[in-house]
Each structure stands twice: as C-alpha cells, then as structure tokens.
C-alpha cells in the first residue's frame, strides 16, 4: 500500500437474519480524494449488504482497535494482522481489498465537460479461523461526473456494489444460508480437562447432520469449536444441551455465535 488513507478503510460487520457469516471489511482506494472519513468503494458495498438484509456497521468503529498498526498491516495484505483484526470484533471473516479508479473517455457538452472514470475493486474473503481465501472477486463500473471528483467517486461506489454483488452470492452459498450447510461458533466454558474436550467434539461429530467439527482452541477449561451442519444456530443448541457424555447448559445464542457452560 503506498499511502496509509484517513479511515479510508470503512469497516462493516455483517451479520444477516438468515446466520451469515460475521465480516469486517477493509478497502484501500488508491485514488482516493473524495472524503476524509467514507470510502466510496464501501458506501457501494453498504449499500448492496442493506439491500441483502445484512447489518453494517460503520467506519466509526474502527476507533475501537487499539493497536491501529493492524489497521495498516491488513490493507497491506498481512493475514495474520488480518485474522487479527477479525477476532477484535469477533468476526468470522474479513473482507480485504484495493480500488483504483482511472480517467477515462469524457464528453465535452460546450459550457462544462462531463468527467468519465473506469473504478476497479479488487476483493478477497479470508476466514479468520484458518486464514483460507473463500472468494475473490473484482468489481467493475464506469461512470461519469461534472468534474473529476465526482466522476471518480461515482466509479468506485459502483464498482463497489458490482463487487458486493458477486460477494453476497457467495458468502451466502459458503455459509449455508441458501444451502443449509451453515457455520456456527461455539464457545464452550467449564471443562475439567483435554479429555473433556474431546469427548464432546467426538460426539458432536457422530450426530445427524452434522458435516464437520473444527476445535479452534482449548485454554483454561474453555473449548472453542467451528460447527458446520445442515442446520442453524438453535438446532445446534438443542443438539448440545442433548448431549450424553457431557451434560451442557446454554448460556447464549447470538445468531451463528453459542455460549455454553458444563452443568
């Protein structure tokens, strides 16, 4: 990256009715010269995300990352400043990218000219758990303005959209909401040992519908767990306070995030 932009990179977390995946989103625009504060690549894919029933959040919260070197780090395409960055907010994934737009043939009309620029963003999905590439995508607009900033930014929040656009259909096939394949984070506090662990992600394994069981972390009696199933995050509930090795209670269900503790 060659210019470190003014917030510049906007952060949205997203998080659909349906359980999608959680994602922050950072952009660099190199052309950047519009706003100070809103990157018009993320306006675009805002706007887009609202439509598909996502809730986002603003660039506002990014005031919240203490460390603003990971900030710097993930534009520059650092993964593990990326991963990082993901798992300040809790998020299952996060969105990186790069957005140019370029002058392109205009139209002069007598008293003004109308100023045309062709935006590319360029976009990857890393999952925060294991640091794999699960879409990438380039977004593609040009679009015209009475004067080069207009022209400019009206390029980049289209070819934000256009990237958005082909993102939302796949991050929703890549977490089950069309499919029934869908993601949940599991956060289990209590257990005496390893051992315990492992009983319980053996048999979350052995039930019905359940396609994988990742173990994230085990720390201080407390298991964390990837659990991909065809079906949501209340199912999967019912399936752990159901378990027969290690008796659970459910603390909290927050979309595809569950809280539980040993009885």
């Not at 660039?59 to 300040?88: H, P, Y």
């Not at 400019?152 to 958005?164: D, H, M, P, T, Y």
């Amino acid at each position: 990256m060659k210019r470190f932009l003014p917030l510049v990179a906007a952060l949205l977390l997203s998080v659909a009715s349906a359980g999608p995946l959680r994602l922050i989103v950072l952009v660099d625009e190199a052309n950047y010269n519009w706003n100070n504060n809103v990157s018009s690549v993320s306006t675009g894919m805002t706007q887009v995300f609202l439509k598909e029933g996502f809730v986002v959040l603003d660039a506002a919260q990014l005031s919240a990352v203490k460390d603003r070197q990971l900030i710097v780090n993930a534009l520059e395409g650092d993964i593990q400043s990326a991963i990082a960055l993901a798992t300040n907010f809790n998020a299952d994934a996060i969105v990186l990218g790069e957005a140019t737009a370029d002058p392109s043939l205009g139209v002069n009309l007598g008293p003004f000219s109308v100023k045309a620029y062709n935006g590319v963003a360029n976009v990857r999905v890393i999952m925060a758990a294991t640091g794999q590439v699960m879409a990438a995508v380039t977004g593609k607009a040009t679009q015209s303005g009475l004067n080069g900033k207009d022209g400019e930014r009206a390029a980049l929040v289209a070819a934000g959209s256009n990237a958005a656009q082909q993102l939302t259909a796949q991050l929703k096939a890549t977490s089950g909401q069309k499919n029934g394949a869908a993601l949940t984070r599991i956060t289990i506090k209590g257990l005496g040992g390893f051992t315990d662990a492992i009983a319980i992600v053996k048999e979350l394994q052995a039930a019905q519908g359940v396609t994988s069981v990742e173990r994230r972390n085990f720390s201080g009696g407390v298991l964390e767990l990837d659990l991909t199933a065809e079906f949501g995050a209340d199912d999967v509930a019912g399936l752990l306070e159901g378990l027969n090795l290690t008796k659970l209670t459910v603390t909290a269900v927050n979309n595809n995030a569950i809280d539980a503790k040993v009885k």
